[in-house]
């Protein structure tokens, strides 16, 4: 029996055997850790008896624990030259180099004065020189980590009477010899600001900071989410507070006067960020959408929509009005602000996305999820379109319907089952009644992009030709009126062509493969209108055989509408 640490996942062997005849067992534990166990065949004799006894033993040789988060990523922070990172999950803190996307430390989030117990890390941070990082923990402490020794020299014990949901730092100005400083919110309903000071009884030679709390701001309902604005003037320097009542409050930070409440959220916003110039202000909530505010006079932009579940982060690339959002869908967006519209759809995660890190240049992002994992997106030099971009979200998005559509209710399920019931059938000898309604193939054709586009031309054509139809007969009953026997100029929309052949016309530039499915785009009044200029032709004998196969088609699809609607019986008998 081998006995690992934490429940087994999954194993192999080692392909070799040991000296003595032993073998290797890795097994990969739910810990996202890996253990290497030895299992040795040995022999013991018993007393009273010529057959020795045979007894398998095994004991772990090594672990790998370092590269892997044993549990769900919860904040990612970036040092301020992009070359280290810090990640932050229950109980363990990481620090990375992400050039090499190496592991330099791996410190568990206990201190002294907790004794074993352990931190569960929400947030963290950064402080200039990138020596030390703040992290904010569930219990409500603040502690300050050594990047060098891995070691947490600073506890600030009960900084907040609930969970640290977010924490911030304020971009020091050289020039008014600013003191460097953070701010908290909390589920204690409060905003507290924080000064980063040297620790006076530090020891010899260590220079270890500490906080040092100076400000408190009340708030009406639990803190989801802070941020600093990024103004150097100390004057106009915002802080924004995002609060479980749906609304985000912007407060003035030397003052904290109240300056504007944002409110339009369905549901609270849990991520919010600033653009450098702070004109605009994106935030992003459990409503699923993403709002841009204007900071001038609190003025909602335009709310873009495109994640299917909560949004958890949100972060601008430096310099620009570009940002990224993370989502519980497992999917990171990248967005323009300034065009309101999706760049990119960034698949990969296997759960869903807590948080996210852009460097200063917007070379690469990291993001951390629930399922364990730190990716890097890097910027390439490859050229965008945003229209195949879409084009890809839709053939995603008629792939997943056409998915949903299957299984038994669809043609393919009853084929199946028709499969599975004809030995019944052949020893019983008897026939289904309802057989005959049921198809006896799978079309081979799938709804895409191009289908839909030419449903879409069908439809601009019947429109234009019904108003081209009603333009000729205003003209004929005015030149009638007046006694007039003028000619009437072609319509040029129309390519100079009468309605019915232009109908014609753009019915042949759809390809055959796409024909069914850009029909059953058609919405019931639309398919009407076709149905009276596909009489018209096929009296004229203009494109018989297109004509009739698009009949049987529309009858087909719409074979209970048609029964229903009783003013559809005269042409149905002329089609005929």
Aim: hydrophobic share 40%.
């Amino acid at each position: 029996t081998v006995r690992a640490s934490h429940k087994i996942k999954g194993f192999t062997f080692a392909p070799f055997i040991e000296r003595g005849g032993g073998i290797r067992v890795v097994c990969a534990l739910a810990t996202n850790a890996l253990e290497v166990h030895s299992v040795v065949k040995k022999t013991e004799k018993v007393k009273g008896s010529d057959t020795p006894n045979i007894v398998y033993t095994s004991n772990k040789l090594s672990s790998l624990d370092m590269y892997g988060h044993p549990t769900g990523v919860r904040s990612i922070s970036l040092s301020s030259d992009d070359v280290l990172a810090c990640t932050v999950s229950k109980s363990v803190t990481k620090v990375w180099n992400v050039n090499n996307r190496s592991c330099l430390r791996s410190p568990p989030l206990t201190s002294s004065s907790s004794g074993s117990s352990s931190h569960y890390g929400l947030c963290s941070t950064f402080l200039p020189g990138n020596t030390h990082v703040v992290i904010g923990t569930r219990e409500g402490h603040l502690l300050v980590l050594d990047v060098a020794s891995g070691d947490i020299v600073y506890v600030e014990e009960n900084a907040h009477d609930g969970a640290i949901w977010s924490l911030d730092l304020r971009r020091p100005n050289l020039e008014h010899d600013e003191p460097i400083a953070i701010v908290t919110g909390s589920a204690d309903k409060m905003v507290k600001f924080w000064d980063v000071e040297r620790q006076e009884d530090a020891e010899e030679g260590a220079h270890h900071p500490m906080v040092v709390h100076t400000r408190s701001l009340q708030m009406s309902d639990d803190v989801v989410a802070v941020r600093y604005s990024y103004s150097m003037d100390p004057s106009q320097r915002m802080v924004f507070v995002s609060s479980l009542d749906c609304t985000i409050k912007v407060f003035f930070d030397d003052s904290l006067k109240f300056f504007l409440s944002l409110y339009g959220h369905k549901l609270p916003a849990l991520a919010l960020d600033a653009a450098d110039d702070d004109t605009i202000l994106a935030t992003a909530g459990a409503d699923k959408t993403i709002k841009i505010w204007g900071l001038d006079f609190g003025d909602t932009h335009r709310t873009l929509h495109g994640h299917t579940d909560s949004i958890t982060d949100l972060r601008f690339v430096r310099k620009t009005h570009y940002f990224f959002t993370a989502s519980k869908d497992g999917t990171v967006r990248y967005w323009d602000a300034d065009r309101f519209e999706q760049i990119l759809l960034l698949n990969g995660h296997a759960a869903e996305v807590s948080c996210l890190a852009v460097s200063r240049t917007g070379a690469y992002v990291l993001s951390g999820g629930m399922d364990r994992q730190i990716r890097v997106w890097e910027r390439t030099k490859d050229m965008v379109f945003l229209e195949e971009e879409r084009e890809r979200e839709l053939e995603a998005m008629f792939d997943e319907v056409d998915g949903s559509k299957g299984g038994d209710q669809g043609t393919a399920g009853i084929l199946q089952r028709r499969r599975q019931g004809d030995d019944e059938d052949e020893l019983d000898g008897e026939d289904d009644a309802a057989g005959d309604d049921q198809p006896q193939s799978e079309a081979a054709v799938r709804r895409s992009v191009l289908s839909v586009a030419a449903g879409d031309r069908i439809m601009e054509a019947i429109e234009l030709a019904d108003q081209e139809t009603k333009d000729i007969a205003t003209f004929n009953r005015a030149q009638k009126k007046a006694g007039r026997d003028e000619k009437r100029r072609p319509n040029p929309m129309l390519l100079g062509m009468e309605p019915p052949l232009y109908i014609l016309w753009v019915l042949r530039t759809v390809k055959s493969a796409d024909l069914e499915q850009s029909l059953l785009v058609l919405p019931l009044n639309h398919m009407e209108r076709l149905l009276h200029y596909l009489i018209s032709l096929l009296r004229s004998g203009r494109g018989v055989e297109l004509c009739s196969k698009i009949a049987v088609i529309l009858v087909k699809t719409h074979q209970s509408q048609i029964i229903a609607n009783r003013s559809l019986a005269t042409p149905l008998r002329e089609l005929k």
